[in-house]
């Protein structure tokens, strides 16, 4: 396992981050054992959010770690704002991940959308109070614009105030035609050049187009009506065939291939992957730790 750093995170974070979406009370034995099995991948990045199954995500990894008594060692992400930024709003939403989570802190916390009700400022200032409480540790944005980021973190660092340190958008290899649900934002050139300027680290949800490079699609057959929606293009099928005659190249699988892909952009990167069976973590570490050159990641690009 590979692992990065996060400005405000004590600790390393691993480039495969367990993402936790599809968490339930009721499954609760089932989902032990898959994140054992993510732990002795040497993975120690837990993703979830205040919305996931209703809460129940978070509920999972709060007893998981207190059962466990890893809290010192994992590194837990967790998100909230979806619908509003509100201070009243967004501190219950924090307040009720701590208690779900049982813990005091949030290593990681995000910004599931703007609110552009509010200014940069407003936001800043509030996300810091947690800060300087120990509450949270870093701060970051997910499906924020560019020009918003910049504008926050330029205010951050007028201000003396600690600002985003990381962003989680989406990055796959295939480009998506419209957002898969709104009010979401992928890596498009604006977005890459603000990453590659800043070097600021990239968590990226749904490395793999939500399965797009996973085998079970075709240009020709429709199974998932969304993934068509979203995916399917002639240039997206085209870097489909660029990962697969790659991958033959390498022995690899397309999709590790795909992931890859996200895990060799010119500045720092981490996947989220719901992996479920130890064979599909270990694929997602074995393609994280691919190093692909610089001309097979722009080859891979063209469309």
């Known amino acids: 396992m590979q692992y990065m750093s996060i400005a405000g995170c004590s600790k390393q974070v691993a480039k495969v981050i367990k993402g936790t979406d599809y968490l339930q009370i009721a499954s609760y034995e089932l989902h032990r054992e898959q994140l054992d099995e993510y732990i002795e991948t040497g993975g120690n990045a837990i993703d979830t959010a205040h919305i996931y199954t209703a809460g129940e995500s978070e509920a999972v990894i709060g007893r998981y770690v207190e059962e466990r008594n890893l809290r010192n060692e994992l590194v837990l992400f967790t998100k ?132 797009f490079f996973s085998g079970r699609f075709s240009p020709d057959v429709i199974t998932d009506k969304d993934i068509a929606r979203v995916f399917y293009s002639d240039e997206n099928w085209e870097k489909y065939e660029r990962a697969q005659k790659l991958a033959a190249q390498k022995g690899m699988f397309t999709a590790e291939i795909a992931l890859a892909y996200v895990a060799n952009q010119s500045y720092p990167t981490a996947i989220i992957a719901g992996a479920r069976t130890m064979e599909e973590l270990q694929s997602c570490v074995r393609a994280t730790e691919l190093k692909l050159t610089v001309e097979e990641v722009v080859w891979l690009e063209q469309g």
């Not at 926050?152 to 962003?167: D, I, M, P, Q, S």
């Open 80 to 211: 909230g704002g979806i619908s509003t930024l509100q201070r009243q709003v967004l501190h219950s939403e924090i307040m009720t991940s701590l208690e779900r989570l049982r813990t005091d802190y949030i290593d990681l916390y995000a910004l599931h959308r703007d609110d552009d009700s509010l200014t940069v400022g407003e936001i800043i200032e509030m996300l810091n109070e947690y800060i300087n409480k120990g509450t949270i540790h870093a701060i970051g944005a997910s499906n924020w614009t560019p020009a918003r980021l910049l504008e926050a973190n330029r205010y951050a660092t007028e201000h003396g105030l600690v600002g985003f340190t990381f962003n989680s958008p989406n990055l796959s290899l295939a480009k998506p035609k419209e957002p898969y649900w709104n009010g979401v934002l992928h890596v498009d050139e604006e977005m890459a050049r603000l990453h590659e300027n800043t070097k600021l680290p990239c968590l990226s949800w749904s490395p793999l187009a939500r399965g």
